[in-house]
């Protein structure tokens, strides 16, 4: 579903705006996180600064709240792997010693595509950095697609139910590397 950057639109959704980030904000927020904005994202974020509570706002949030929420994705999937018995065969014989099986894990989400929060705990890819990124919905390892894009993902979160498009996913999602696996691993 194709982003839709109308006033009237987002109004229906309850979505309420700040003035967008300039080029110069963007740049900047880029470089402190060590990501890239994925298009259709950061043209959202330049028509206007949602600023509803659960959203980031990449203005006046502290740099801890933005980390905290950047950092708390990894620490669910390591909470997995040492508490819950998480393991992807893939990575090979699980070690017995929780610290050398957290520096495996680390090693894979760290070659990982960066997951830029968007509201609670729904994030989208920064790669590949093109239109089209699935929206996820991480909790820990439960990973589902909320969105297989950025309005379908705006439409299923914030449009009241008779609007709704209630399909998270037709299993047609762009695969993103790690993540998508994550998915796959929770959906069978």
């Not at 010693?97 to 968007?118: C, E, F, T, W």
């Not at 920064?126 to 439409?155: C, M």
């Amino acid at each position: 579903m194709e982003l839709e950057l109308n006033r009237n639109y987002f109004s229906k959704l309850g979505i309420r705006f700040d003035i967008g980030l300039s080029d110069s904000e963007i740049g900047q927020v880029e470089d402190k996180y060590g990501f890239e904005f994925p298009p259709d994202l950061r043209d959202l974020l330049q028509f206007g600064l949602p600023i509803n509570s659960g959203f980031i706002n990449w203005r006046n949030d502290s740099e801890d709240e933005i980390r905290g929420r950047l950092d708390w994705l990894f620490e669910g999937i390591y909470f997995d792997v040492g508490h819950n018995s998480f393991w992807l065969e893939e990575w090979g014989e699980k070690p017995t010693n929780p610290k050398d099986a957290l520096r495996i894990v680390k090693g894979h989400v760290d070659k990982a595509p960066k997951l830029i929060p968007i509201y609670s705990h729904r994030y989208i890819p920064d790669a590949p950095n093109e239109k089209g990124n699935p929206v996820f919905s991480v909790y820990q390892t439960d990973i589902i697609v909320y969105g297989e894009d950025l309005g379908t993902y705006l439409q299923n979160e914030f449009a009241g139910s008779q609007e709704r498009n209630r399909i998270f996913s037709t299993g047609k999602a762009k695969y993103i590397d790690f993540w998508s696996k994550l998915v796959k691993f929770n959906n069978g």
